[in-house]
């Protein structure tokens, strides 16, 4: 039971583009939800995250949105950079159930 | 401060044995999650603890067991291994206690192989 879906494996970028990396939650209960950054070799580090009474948060050059009538966020990354290149997990997570559940990945490449 | 400590780093264990995973959570906090994640898959959600109590789990057989500790420290318990439970085995604490709205730290893993 998939309850968090990043469709997309990979996504392949220019250094100084813009990157993309959509999910979608098929749980009407999460309400927190989360991005981590994952290098080979070692754990998730997190990297932002937002409630669900916001539609955006920003922090430095990440920005997540969030459209809840669509169940659906996106992780965007302005300007990508070499050192981006790492695979992303979406995570959410519900009020007083605070296990988080994961997306299987996106595997960003910022080629320079 | 110390992060998410987890140990051993890698274990090679034959099929039908047990293996026993440890985790130490950073300092304070009292939760404690427990992920699979195999060959080309994702995070998958095994257990979760806080306060000494297992809160939830996910969607694996009973063989896959753990415990909190008062120090909040936990064991993952795998037996009777099949090849499939091949994976890492990523261990994450947070600050549950008050705050349900944070981010959990992840370990470095654990690297469990079966033979």
């Known amino acids: 039971d998939q309850q968090v879906k990043q469709n997309s494996p990979s996504l392949s970028v220019q250094e100084g583009r813009i990157s993309i990396l959509n999910c979608d939650y098929t749980?009407?209960?999460?309400?927190?939800f989360l991005w981590y950054k994952k290098y080979p070799a070692e754990g998730p580090t997190f990297l932002i995250s937002i409630s669900s009474i916001k539609d955006k948060n920003e922090d430095g050059r990440f920005t997540v949105f969030l459209n809840k009538s669509a169940k659906h966020l996106s992780l965007h990354i302005v300007p990508s950079q070499p050192g981006d290149s790492a695979v992303y997990f979406c995570a959410a997570s519900a009020y007083n159930n605070n296990d988080m559940r994961f997306g299987a990945g996106t595997r960003l490449t910022v080629k320079p | 401060e110390a992060g998410v400590t987890q140990s051993p780093t890698h274990l090679i264990k034959t099929r039908g044995q047990q293996a026993t995973l440890r985790c130490s959570p950073i300092?304070?906090?009292?939760?404690v999650y427990w992920y699979q994640q195999a060959l080309g898959l994702g995070l998958q959600f095994l257990l979760w603890?806080?306060?000494?109590?297992?809160?939830n789990r996910g969607n694996f057989p009973p063989r896959f067991s753990g415990r909190q500790f008062p120090n909040y420290s936990s064991e993952l318990n795998v037996n009777a291994l099949e090849l499939e439970d091949s994976a890492l085995y990523l261990c994450?604490?947070?600050?549950?206690?008050?705050?349900?709205?944070?981010?959990?730290?992840f370990g470095q893993g654990t690297r469990l192989t079966v033979v």
């Open positions: 603890y806080d306060e000494g109590e297992e809160r």
């Open positions: 300092s304070g906090h009292t939760s």
């Open positions: 749980n009407s209960m999460f309400d927190y």
């Open positions: 994450a604490s947070s600050l549950y206690r008050d705050r349900p709205y944070t981010e959990a730290f």
